[in-house]
C-alpha cells in the first residue's frame, strides 16, 4: 500500500487550500481513510477521516471537509477553509482497514501513511 499526499503550501490566514491524497496498492472501499497532521514540537493529531460517514477534530469542524472521489477511495481530498496559523502543520494521509477496537483518533491505531505535505498558513 502506498499514500501519496499532495497539495501543501502557503497560504495566509482565511485562505483555502485543497490536499489530495492518492493511494494504490490495495483496495480501499472498505477501509478508513484519514488525515492528521504535525505542528513543530507537537504530536500528531487525528484531524479527519472517511469510511462510510465523515469524522473531524472539534478544531477543524466546520472549516475542513473530507472527501473521496469515488466509492474506490483511490483519491482522497481535504478541503481546507478560514485557514488559522494554528493549521499550519504537516500533513498526513493515512490508511487502516477496519478492525475491533479501532480508535480513529490515535494515529498508532493506523497501518498505512504517507509521506507529508507541509501547510503554512501565515498571518
Known sequence: VQLQASGGGLVQ???????????????????FMGWFRQAPGKEREFVAAIRWSTYYADSVKGRFTISTRDNAKNMVYLQMNSLKPEDTAVYYCAAVQNKAGLRLGVPSDWVYWGQGTLVTVSS
Open 13 to 31: 490566514a482565511g485562505g483555502s487550500l485543497r490536499l489530495s491524497c492518492a493511494a494504490s496498492g490495495g483496495t480501499f472501499s472498505s477501509y
